[in-house]
């Protein structure tokens, strides 16, 4: 119990610290090239890791599951993370950190239609918590200097697309594992990008300095290596709706980082968006729990 717990404390403060750091290094590289950067580290940190796993559990990787893994990289890298980045960049990083991390409700909305989980009264009201968290957050009728109705739209779009790479997700994770199609899906979301980048004329490497490379690499190896390296631990250590806390304590510790670093200011519209949010997490988390206990039983 106690590697869980160090587990998710390692992958909730490194997940907070991610809008400060993209905020302040997105003012000197370009997004996407950001985005294709630290994916690419992160890909990279984890690969050994799934390569144990995939002999560990002896893990048969087809060309459908490359195909899907590819399907995943695309929306994850070119979509959803690019749409962050801009995200980030046009609103100040609380908010971006807290809207953000309603994806799982999005998650839900998605698996809906998707798979066999159905939504529920109980499903309906976390989404409903954590929308109307939104609203209070943005406060849209008298928005907070550094937030900008782009930054927020762009932010809801990266939470719902990352949401709906969760549920792709899910419907490989029991066989393919959550480090091994992580770390597949990045390298080949990044490998789908960079000719984008050189299309669209943007620069690869050019910008990384003495001066934000060590920034760059916190964000590569760190966040986007070791956090999700840490939050699968825990998955694999307890279950998806334990590891899922994460995105529980998320709402509440990045808001201190954002005030303590980059000095932002809370207001009292987005102290009860951030209530509501948690609120819609903890409903969230508990259906999950039920869920899992349910099905241990049956077992």
């Known amino acids: 119990m106690k590697k869980v717990v160090l587990y998710i404390l390692v992958s909730a403060t490194l997940f907070s610290t991610m809008e400060i750091v993209l905020k302040t290094v997105g003012a000197q590289l370009d997004e996407f090239q950001l985005t294709f950067i630290r994916f690419l580290i992160g890909g990279l940190f984890l690969l ?5 796993e995939i002999k560990k559990y002896q893990t048969v990787i087809t060309k ?9 990289g695309i929306v994850c890298i070119c979509i959803s993370m690019i749409l962050f980045q801009l995200g980030v960049e046009n609103s100040k990083a609380s908010t971006a950190a807290v809207i953000f991390c309603i994806n799982p409700m999005f998650t839900m909305l998605f698996a809906h239609f998707m798979t066999e989980e159905k939504l529920n009264k109980t499903k309906a009201a976390a989404l409903a918590f954590g929308l ?5 957050m943005i406060n849209p009728f008298n928005m907070e200097p550094g937030n900008t109705p782009l930054g927020v ?14 549920v792709m997700g899910k419907k490989s994770i029991h066989r393919l594992r959550g480090i091994t199609q992580t770390s597949i899906s990045f390298i080949l979301g990044t490998a789908v990008l960079l000719p984008i980048l050189l299309l669209l004329q943007r620069p690869v490497f050019a910008g990384i300095t003495t001066d934000n490379i060590g920034m760059i690499l916190y964000i590569g190896i760190m966040i986007t290596g070791l956090g999700y390296l840490t939050y699968f631990l825990s998955m694999e250590a307890s279950d998806a709706a334990t590891a899922s806390i994460v995105f529980f304590v998320k709402p509440a510790l990045a808001p201190i980082f954002a005030v303590i670093v980059l000095h932002e200011v809370i207001s009292i519209s987005g102290l009860l968006g951030i209530l509501l949010i948690l609120t819609g997490s903890y409903i969230s988390l508990r259906e999950q729990k039920s869920k899992m206990m349910i099905k241990d039983d049956i077992e």
Request: hydrophobic share 65%; charged share 10%.
């Open 48 to 52: 050994p890791f799934a390569i144990k």
């Open 132 to 136: 109307l968290g939104i609203v209070f």
């Open 64 to 72: 459908k599951d490359m195909l899907h893994m590819l399907s995943m």
């Open 153 to 166: 739209l762009y932010i809801v779009l990266a939470a719902a697309t990352f949401g709906f790479y969760s």
